[in-house]
């Protein structure tokens, strides 16, 4: 890989853990006071979770309080501590910086990342593109194409490795969690970077291109390809699918979402049926009976697992299908769940949702340095037969995976799945039914 670093403005932590960890020093006692408390708190506050999670916390504590004694600098003891809290599997987990340590930075804050102008999916034990824009679509990758090598590595092997070395300093919640991540976020590379990688077609002509990191984001955005035609902004955009099915795509959960969502009703109007796309949905807060109660018709109460009431002057009582994937997180999990798990809605999505859902603690630690934020209980217990959502995610009725022809043609395969179900609604598997709550198709 031909790699030119910029050195520039701070990047948000999360995506700056892409880097190697420090390099080690002196032992530093106060530090590893610090790994030693945080240790033993965790062991405490997060004992029902480390349980679930089948993580045997003793193990990955030996190698923490071994490493502790090489530390020197408040910037190393950054570094040890996040790979600490990494070990969690939890995807809000996060070491904090107090007054003390406010300029210290997090490790390789000064990279600026870019992305490759593309996103992958996996389609059974291959990779293909998802979708193509900016510095890929100008070195010719195209939607569906398969990523056969990168750099001349097998893409199996170069995205478990990329994956290895992000789980080792982010906390992700879950399997496909992390998997999503790396598939979206995970492509970033510093600025100036150049890849080469070996794409197949769907005719199985092979061909390199080489692609440029220069400007394109890496921050995933939902669907492969929306409807045309879409209103709003980058928070909610809605409209109709080429079908005439009403669609809303919430990708945040202000609290402001169920008025947006009303006035996305209103402005679609009457439809046969509706798509709630929550894809790449980054969580936030809001009301969610009230986000629920615009799906239920005036005067109507939905009781099958939690009571709701309608809300609202607009409101849609007919079928409704649930798009998710793996990084659906947070309050986009538990907003995107309630439809399915409370008996609203058919769900369909790349996988489960995210899995990161949890009531949370911080910690102090001895040298007042750092705090750490963790999770100690799984939110909505009465998802998943009462297992919650933290560690497990909102698992939907039916799993789509994407398909290579359906993006060379620039179509969303699961919204177009969605579509189907739309019009033969698959109605045994979802307790609310329409015409039992007044509604009538027009």
């Known amino acids: 890989m031909r790699s030119l670093v910029t050195v520039g403005r701070g990047l948000f932590a999360l995506l700056a853990l892409l880097g190697s960890p420090c390099g080690a020093h002196a032992a530093g006692s106060v530090y590893e006071k610090d790994v030693e408390s945080a240790c033993a708190q965790i062991k405490q506050a997060c004992?029902?979770?480390?349980?679930?999670?089948?993580?045997?916390?003793?193990?990955?504590?030996?190698?923490?309080?071994?490493?502790?004694?090489?530390?020197?600098?408040?910037?190393?003891?950054?570094?040890?501590?996040?790979?600490l809290v990494a070990r969690l599997?939890?995807?809000?987990?996060?070491?904090?910086?107090?007054?003390?340590?406010?300029?210290?930075?997090?490790?390789?804050?000064?990279?600026?990342?870019?992305?490759?102008?593309?996103?992958?999916?996996?389609?059974?034990?291959?990779?293909?593109?998802?979708?193509?824009?900016?510095?890929?679509?100008?070195?010719?990758?195209?939607?569906?194409?398969?990523?056969?090598?990168?750099?001349?590595?097998?893409?199996?092997a170069f995205f478990e490795q990329r994956l290895a070395s992000l789980r080792d300093r982010i906390g992700f919640s879950t399997d496909h969690h992390a998997e999503s991540f790396g598939l979206h976020w995970g492509l970033a590379e510093p600025q100036g970077t150049r890849v080469d990688y070996?794409?197949?077609?769907?005719?199985?002509?092979?061909?390199?291109?080489?692609?440029?990191?220069?400007?394109?984001?890496?921050?995933a955005s939902g669907p492969a390809f929306a409807p045309k035609g879409l209103k709003g902004d980058r928070d909610v955009v809605y409209g109709k699918t080429a079908k005439?099915?009403?669609?809303?795509?919430?990708?945040?959960?202000?609290?402001?979402?169920?008025?947006?969502?009303?006035?996305?009703?209103?402005?679609?109007?009457?439809v046969p049926g509706m798509i709630l796309d929550f894809r790449a949905n980054g969580g936030g807060g809001f009301s969610h009976s009230d986000l629920l109660g615009r799906f239920i018709p005036v005067g109507k109460e939905l009781k099958f697992n939690k009571r709701y009431g309608s809300r609202g002057e607009v409101s849609y009582g007919g079928p409704i299908v649930v798009?998710?994937?793996?990084?659906?997180?947070?309050a986009g999990e538990t907003g995107?769940?309630?439809?399915?798990?409370?008996?609203?809605?058919?769900?369909?999505?790349?996988?489960?949702?995210?899995?990161?859902?949890?009531?949370?603690?911080?910690?102090?630690?001895?040298?007042a340095k750092f705090q750490l934020y963790v999770s100690v209980r799984s939110n909505m217990r009465r998802f998943n037969k009462g297992r919650g959502i933290e560690g497990i995610g909102v698992i939907p009725h039916e799993i789509?995976?994407?398909?290579?022809?359906?993006?060379?043609?620039?179509?969303?395969?699961?919204?177009?799945?969605?579509?189907?179900?739309?019009?033969?609604?698959?109605?045994?598997?979802?307790?609310?039914?329409?015409k039992r709550y007044g509604w009538k198709a027009p």
């Not at 092979?206 to 990191?213: D, L, M, P, S, Y």
């Not at 005439?244 to 009303?262: A, Q, T």
């Not at 798009?323 to 947070?330: A, C, E």
Request: hydrophobic fraction near 40%; include cysteine; charged fraction near 30%.
């Open 47 to 83: 004992a029902v979770l480390l349980k679930s999670k089948n993580l045997d916390w003793a193990k990955v504590t030996k190698a923490f309080r071994k490493q502790a004694k090489s530390i020197s600098t408040d910037e190393e003891h950054l570094a040890l501590l996040l790979r």
């Open 89 to 156: 599997e939890d995807g809000h987990a996060s070491v904090r910086r107090t007054e003390a340590t406010k300029d210290v930075p997090y490790p390789r804050a000064g990279v600026i990342l870019k992305g490759p102008g593309m996103f992958w999916c996996r389609v059974g034990k291959k990779l293909y593109v998802k979708n193509a824009w900016s510095s890929a679509q100008r070195a010719g990758i195209s939607p569906g194409m398969e990523i056969v090598k990168v750099d001349g590595k097998p893409a199996a």
């Open 198 to 219: 070996l794409v197949r077609d769907l005719k199985g002509k092979t061909r390199k291109r080489t692609v440029a990191f220069d400007h394109a984001s890496f921050v």
């Open 244 to 270: 005439g099915f009403g669609y809303i795509h919430m990708r945040r959960c202000k609290s402001s979402l169920p008025h947006r969502v009303e006035d996305a009703l209103k402005a679609i109007g009457s």
């Open 323 to 330: 798009i998710v994937d793996g990084v659906t997180r947070s």
């Open 336 to 367: 995107s769940g309630m439809f399915k798990e409370d008996g609203r809605a058919y769900m369909i999505g790349e996988s489960p949702t995210a899995g990161m859902s949890s009531g949370k603690k911080t910690l102090e630690l001895p040298s």
């Open 400 to 434: 789509v995976a994407f398909k290579p022809a359906d993006l060379a043609a620039g179509r969303d395969t699961l919204i177009e799945r969605a579509e189907a179900l739309l019009g033969d609604f698959p109605q045994a598997k979802v307790p609310y039914h329409p």
